[in-house]
Nanobody, 121 residues
Framework: EVQLVESGGGLVQAGGSLRLSCAAS????????VGWFRQAPGKEREKVSC????????YYVDSVKGRFAISSDKKKNTVYLQMNGLKPEDTAIYYC??????????????WGQGTQVTVSS
């Protein structure tokens, strides 16, 4: 059974940092790429970042480039999203999911339950 479990969300002041974790089970990170999406209240879900360990590629939406960094630990089968320089507009529920990851990022199939990130001004 494929499962994705996010953790690491919380409340942080603007300019602060958080690291989100997405623990995957039921598949290897070389089998599926994993990405992060976010959804703020009243807004559509948007892509944030993804990583393909098989192709050694990453993708970032323009609004997080230079502030967020995605990485993976194959031994732990976990993907991380290091978020620095957080802004109030980064406030959202963050979801990890299996994705197609390359020059762009597309939804695949499996989703985690989400973790809340709140950035205060």
């Amino acid at each position: 059974e494929v499962q994705l479990v996010e953790s690491g969300g919380g409340l942080v002041q603007a300019g602060g940092s958080l690291r989100l974790s997405c623990a995957a089970s039921g598949f290897s990170l070389d089998d599926y790429s994993v990405g992060w999406f976010r959804q703020a209240p009243g807004k559509e879900r948007e892509k944030v970042s993804c990583i393909s360990t098989y192709h050694n590629t990453t993708y970032y939406v323009d609004s997080v480039k230079g502030r967020f960094a995605i990485s993976s630990d194959k031994k732990k089968n976990t993907v991380y999203l290091q978020m620095n320089g957080l802004k109030p507009e980064d406030t959202a529920i963050y979801y990890c999911a299996t994705v197609y990851c390359g020059l762009a990022m597309f939804e695949h199939r499996y989703w985690g339950q989400g973790t809340q990130v709140t950035v205060s001004s």
